[in-house]
């Protein structure tokens, strides 16, 4: 029987499938910018909100609740937005181990060239997923701080509906801060590998 199909250049096939991971890489990296674009527009959308109504007399219970639930609800959605700038930070590290292993596959089938002085990333140089000083980490840390301020503040908010002592907010509110980030920077960890 006879093969009818084209002889497929492996050149062609490993070019495109460079360019393809590069493309993931990239998305990863937007998406991340989106990601926490998005929740700082929301953070800052729900301070506007509050500064904005400006009571200027005893807040009534209903409205200091209803500020516990939004603060609440947006310390949620930044852990929720931590997820997933852990999550594209893995993806774009999974995208730059399969360019390293593009690479190391022409090293070792190009050696007249020597490919390997050309390239300032291999496998055992691309830096790992948790770096701290990466801006992907960066990110996370800001997210991190803003969730635990907004849950910070979802507890004094429920503190002054059920009229608590100053003292009893203020050690309340240190300590969802102190938890909470403490909680996420593990989580982010966990996520990112």
């Known amino acids: 029987m006879e093969n009818n199909l084209p002889r497929i250049d492996p050149n062609t096939i490993l070019t495109a499938e460079y360019d393809y991971i590069v493309q993931t890489a990239m998305q990863a990296n937007e998406d991340r910018a989106r990601v926490s674009n998005y929740y700082l527009a929301a953070a800052g959308a729900a301070v506007a909100a509050i500064i904005g109504a400006g009571f200027d007399s005893p807040t009534p219970p209903g409205v200091t609740i209803g500020f516990s639930l939004l603060f609440a609800g947006l310390g949620v959605i930044g852990i929720l937005t ?33 490919l390997e002085k050309a390239f300032a990333w291999r496998g055992s140089t691309i830096p790992p997923a948790a770096k701290r000083n990466s801006l992907a980490y960066l990110l996370a840390l800001s997210v991190i701080l803003i969730a ?15 009229d608590l002592p100053s003292a009893a907010q203020f ?15 593990k989580i982010y960890d966990r996520w990112v590998g």
């Not at 050690?171 to 920077?185: E, H, K, P, T």
Request: charged share 15%; net charge positive; aromatic share 12%.
């Open 82 to 114: 931590l997820l997933q700038l852990a999550r594209l930070r893995r993806a774009w590290r999974e995208s730059v181990v399969a360019m390293n292993q593009l690479k190391d596959y022409y090293i070792a089938h190009c050696r007249e060239i020597q």
């Open 171 to 185: 050690m309340g509110a240190a300590a969802v801060f102190i938890a909470a980030g403490w909680f996420q920077l």
């Open 148 to 162: 635990s301020a907004s849950l910070s503040a979802a507890y004094v908010y429920l503190c002054l509906t059920l």
